[in-house]
């Protein structure tokens, strides 16, 4: 019985750090291109970066923490609420990251005319700068349900928007088939975005709600608490490898033709 339950345990670990190396590397691969090569160095990726950075920093800091101090399930001790404190600030800071870039998204569009001179540069750090900074100020309302509920309005705003353009491209050029396929991608990309990350994070925070009322057991509470960690894993494939010029970049940095020579001014597309 013992040595069942610790070859769980050693599966479990060795499955936990499989997820930690996927989460660090997928967001690295990320930062790379988007700080390599010049082509993407946009508003909007910046964005991307940022969230990024705060996921890497999930998978580098908060998942070993959270594999080694497997007491937290049974007692809170200094180094569990240091884990906690980690885990709530970079948790948040990555929602308010997909927030913004909820917030990107609707200019692009639902305003594209207007895009560039609202969503620039300067505009985006200072939304980078609030991203990281609020989440060590804000409760847990304003951490998780009111940015929930902007993207999910934003998000709706652009399906519908992305439905109107679809059928006035159908007027104007009579192709059913090219809009059937706008309507499923943009459909498909928006189910994804929001899917999966209210896959990864309601259970928890409905979780969180129920035990403050008592009556959530520790072990449920650390499990959903994983299930949002591995939003940190997806955002990469979400975010980025969805976006089809970062696939060339990645193979260039994955076979190592970036250390061959200067290609920062590669043309990706």
Known sequence: MRRTSSTICTLLYIFLGLLSVITVCGNLLV?????????????SNY???SLAVTDLLVGFVVFPLSMSLSSCLYYRDIFCKIRDSFDVVLSTTS??????????RYYA????????????????????????????????????YLPVIIMLYIYLRIFLVAQRQAR????????GATVSNMERKATKTLAI??????MCWLPFFLCFSFELL?????????????????????????YAFFYSWFRPAFRIIISGKIFQGDLTNTKLL
């Open 95 to 104: 929602i308010f990251n997909l927030c913004c870039i909820s917030v990107d």
């Open 47 to 49: 964005l991307i970066v």
């Open 168 to 175: 006035s491209i159908q007027n104007a050029a009579k192709s």
């Open 214 to 238: 008592g009556g959530v057991s520790m072990m449920v509470y650390e499990t959903l608490n994983w299930l949002t960690l591995s939003n940190s894993m997806l955002n990469p494939f979400i």
């Open 109 to 144: 569009v639902c305003q594209p005319l207007m895009y560039r001179s609202k969503i620039n540069t300067s505009v985006v750090l200072v939304m980078i700068l609030l991203s990281w900074g609020v989440p060590a100020l804000f409760a847990i309302v304003f951490s998780f």
């Open 193 to 198: 975005v929001m899917g999966v990350f209210l």
């Open 31 to 43: 930062i790379i291109s988007i700080v390599y090569f010049k082509q993407l160095h946009t508003p």
